[in-house]
């Protein structure tokens, strides 16, 4: 991730709009597509794994698959008010000693972490110019799932997001939206092991669960 994506990163998921999202989540609970994530990992039987969240954001995927039975987990954020808000949670609900958090660009760290039983990236590729880098060292530390929700291959969700990349750039923001190709994301995970399990989708994202 180049410093520039960082520094948006930062700026874009303030403690402000951090703050706000884990109150709804604690009033809510998950958002539509990471529930529809949620409850396609507890399809499988989770209890007694473990689990890396990468860009996990408050946390809501790590919180709900402890409930599940997961065990330990492994979260991996850029964003420091992100991380911060996901370790106050776990803190609030006893689960905090169970976490081992880490701040930065996965791909950056990645040589220094453990594989997990399941790997999730609830809307991270699409926040990454590096889809393949991202997507293969990720998938290789998944022993048994790894779960996805990333914007479908449409022309209404390209056309979105370029407009969305106009607005940061009149802003003046560095933050950068992606659009990565369905298939070749398909293509790196066949070629890594997974086997797509699980397919739902909104008008916006696809949610996507693979299997060893």
């Given at each position: 991730m180049n410093c520039g994506q960082c520094q948006g990163i930062e700026e874009l998921f303030s403690q402000r709009y951090v703050a706000k999202e884990l109150s709804r989540y604690r009033a809510?609970?998950?958002?539509?597509?990471?529930?529809?994530?949620?409850?396609?990992?507890?399809?499988?039987?989770?209890?007694?794994?473990?689990?890396?969240?990468?860009?996990?954001?408050?946390?809501?995927?790590?919180?709900?698959?402890?409930?599940a039975g997961v065990q330990e987990v492994t979260s991996v954020e850029a964003s420091t008010a992100y991380l911060n808000a996901a370790r106050a949670e776990a803190q609030v609900r006893g689960l905090a000693e169970h976490v081992s958090y880490?701040?930065?660009?996965?791909?950056?760290?990645?040589?220094?972490?453990?594989?997990?039983?399941?790997?999730?990236?609830?809307?991270?590729?699409?926040?990454?110019?590096?889809?393949?880098?991202?997507?293969?060292?990720s998938a290789a530390r998944a022993r048994k799932l790894y779960g996805l929700v990333y914007p479908r291959d449409t022309w209404w969700m390209k056309i979105g997001l370029a407009f969305e990349n106009l607005s940061f750039r009149l802003r003046r923001s560095p933050f950068r939206t992606y659009s990565h190709a369905t298939k070749s994301v398909e293509t790196i995970l066949s070629s890594n092991g997974l086997k797509r399990r699980s397919y739902r989708q909104t008008l916006a994202w696809q949610v996507v669960v693979y299997s060893r």
């Open positions: 809510k609970g998950p958002d539509r597509t990471t529930r529809m994530l949620i409850e396609a990992i507890n399809e499988e039987d989770v209890d007694g794994l473990t689990l890396l969240d990468i860009g996990g954001g408050v946390g809501s995927i790590q919180h709900e698959l402890f409930e880490h701040h930065g660009n996965f791909v950056d760290l990645a040589a220094d972490i453990a594989p997990a039983d399941i790997v999730t990236l609830d809307r991270v590729i699409c926040c990454y110019h590096d889809m393949e880098k991202l997507v293969v060292l």
